[in-house]
């Protein structure tokens, strides 16, 4: 039942009209309502059954693109699961598009073992007006930044005027408050004829708990008798919602163009039914010209399954614990299962996670499986993203909590790291503006989250300690007004010079002989300073990390400052005998050979 739209469901433009084509296993009675503004019916028209089990068809004749329509099952509205646009919100009506244009730029593999740099960011608080052409304007300065491939947020729609994307429901319908189908696949062109690749964070765990039309078509979506985080568990050893996934991300795959999905928090799409829902998307993006790549978010640090199931990549929150940790010296909610020492910091760094079968914090259970084989390509590193700033009380940025001098430090490593590093929106520039969680439910919904979530996090001392009217309320336009990057305060000061730093990093990443190829991975501490070492048949590069005080160190790894020279650095690196390093700082060396 797949096309070149992704799906033969829901509405489709023909010479003669618009064809409507349901699935339900429950409805005996179908048809598609027609208006011309929403509540205001014109016309309705009867679907017959059509030749595949449980489908019914109609061609409205005279119909064209632009029509709103609800469908009627057996006397009830339902909005179009497979609905392309919902310009009215998530209940509906939906709206008849033209089918995608064919593409003005060839998309871009995007080339995990060629050191892609990928960028997060949140349409709604990119810019100022929150919009997909806004962002457009802003692409060609992510590529002179250095970043090649982006990566959006959750744009599929999802209910009210704001919110972070990860409670969508219209899963083949961009959030109207961005913009249109059209003017997506305008930012998509954009992107790739800069020379960027894109890719998209999808959902596929759960639906949203407002506005999901699923239930209405059929009870074989969801499993009544399990249930996650978000309500009723979906039914992924069911033929109909592993249809319904599989048909998005070919959606997004091959009719839009993006080159790439994100999955949001695969540990839920347990259990994956037969073969592994994994594997069946794998399939679907590997089919794409040029084969997509499928990134998975994933707590169970077991990145050799992933692999088997053919994901290509895995975020690895661990680094960003430990060095979080390190900094930050906090140890609340999940930071407690780590040290926050150099030494596991290095461990991280070598072997991608920290938890490779050992238990993390008390009474907790082993976690995790060793990644030897794995390429430190494949797992994608953060110092910062909207999950691990914006689920902070306050959603304050790391520059916040650490100061410009540690940040930049923390920068430079990750940057350095042969690991594929993701920067999240504004990081660049050490962005002053919080990322706090934001949405806007109505009515009792609405009470529930901001009162859930400070449940949720409780294990968090923000959330503890803080009077209830210090933490900002979700439900509040204010939090996500405050959440808007300001792009003018890249050229002041701090933020400037934060901003050179990167674009610096980013070039030596990109133009050095020994960072932009695989190379042999050594690190460890000397003191209270971290080292790490890159080394190929084209030469050797030596970073230091020093988060602590001023230190002088006569040897690192074996090598002397006599035989070192500074590439980059966070601060004025001075030539003298001894390698000499500032408070908070970190420095790139090219090592003469011995």
Not at 8 to 35: H, P, Q
Not at 562 to 581: G, N, Q
Request: one cysteine or more.
């Amino acid at each position: 039942m797949s096309s070149a739209e992704g799906s033969s469901l829901g509405a489709r433009c023909e010479a003669v009209g618009v064809r409507f084509t349901v699935w339900s296993d429950k409805a005996r009675e179908v048809s598609v309502v027609l208006y011309d503004r929403p509540g205001n019916p014109i016309q309705e028209v009867q679907l017959h059954p059509g030749d595949e089990p449980h489908t019914y068809v109609a061609v409205a004749r005279g119909v064209r693109a632009g029509a709103l329509y609800d469908f009627r099952l057996d006397g009830r509205l339902a909005v179009d699961p497979y609905a392309r646009s919902l310009p009215f919100g998530v209940h509906g009506p939906a709206q008849v598009v033209l089918p995608v244009q064919p593409r003005a730029t060839g998309k871009r593999t995007v080339a995990l073992d060629a050191n892609e740099v990928i960028y997060e960011l949140h349409v709604g608080t990119f810019t100022s007006e929150g919009t997909f052409d806004s962002a457009r304007e802003r692409m060609s300065e992510l590529r002179e930044l250095g970043v090649t491939t982006v990566e959006l947020m959750p744009i599929a729609a999802f209910p009210g005027r704001r919110g972070w994307g990860y409670d969508g429901v219209g899963l083949f319908a961009p959030f109207s408050g961005y913009g249109s189908p059209e003017q997506l696949r305008e930012l998509l062109d954009v992107i790739h004829s800069l020379g960027m690749s894109v890719i998209l964070d999808v959902v596929y765990n759960h639906l949203g708990p407002d506005g999901n039309p699923l239930p209405a078509f059929s009870d074989a979506y969801f499993d009544e008798q399990r249930a996650n985080a978000w309500g009723k568990a979906p039914a992924l050893e069911k033929p109909a919602f592993r249809r319904l996934i599989c048909d998005n991300a070919r959606y997004w795959l091959s009719t839009f163009g993006f080159d790439g999905l994100r999955l949001d928090a695969t540990h839920e799409l347990e259990p994956g039914g037969t073969p592994h829902i994994l594997s069946e998307l794998s399939r679907v993006a590997h089919a794409c010209t040029p084969p997509a790549v499928l990134i998975a978010e994933d707590s169970r640090n077991d990145p050799k399954t992933l692999l088997e199931h053919g994901i290509d990549a895995v975020w690895s929150d661990d680094f960003h614990h430990s060095l979080h940790v390190l900094l930050t010296s906090e140890r609340d909610g999940y930071y407690s299962a780590f040290s926050g020492e150099l030494a596991e910091l290095a461990r991280v760094i070598e072997r991608g996670q920290l938890f490779e079968g050992q238990a993390g914090a008390a009474k907790e259970a082993p976690r995790g499986k060793s990644t030897a084989g794995v390429p430190h390509q494949r797992f994608v590193f953060a110092i910062q993203n909207h999950d691990q700033v914006g689920n902070r009380a306050c959603g304050e940025r790391l520059s916040a909590l650490v100061g410009f001098d540690a940040f930049r430090a923390a920068s430079l490593l990750l940057l350095f790291l042969p690991a594929t590093p993701i920067l999240f929106m504004g990081q660049e520039w050490a962005s002053s503006a919080p990322f706090l969680y934001f949405s806007d439910h109505g009515g009792d919904l609405g009470h529930t989250v901001s009162h859930g979530r400070r449940r949720e996090f409780g294990h968090f001392l923000g959330f503890r300690a803080a009077e209830p009217d210090a933490i900002p309320d979700p439900q509040a336009e204010t939090s996500f007004l405050r959440s808007k990057l300001d792009w003018t305060e890249r050229h002041s000061a701090e933020h400037a010079q934060t901003l050179t730093l990167y674009r610096r990093a980013l070039e030596l990443r990109r133009t050095d002989l020994v960072l932009r190829e695989a190379s042999q991975l050594s690190v460890g501490t000397t003191g209270d300073t971290l080292w790490v070492l890159r080394q190929s048949s084209n030469g050797a590069r030596l970073l230091l990390f020093n988060p602590g005080g001023a230190t002088r160190l006569e040897q690192v790894a074996g090598h002397s400052a006599s035989s070192a020279r500074a590439l980059l650095s966070t601060c004025a690196p001075r030539a003298t005998s001894v390698f000499d390093l500032a408070a908070g700082s970190a420095t790139v060396f090219a090592l003469a050979e011995r």
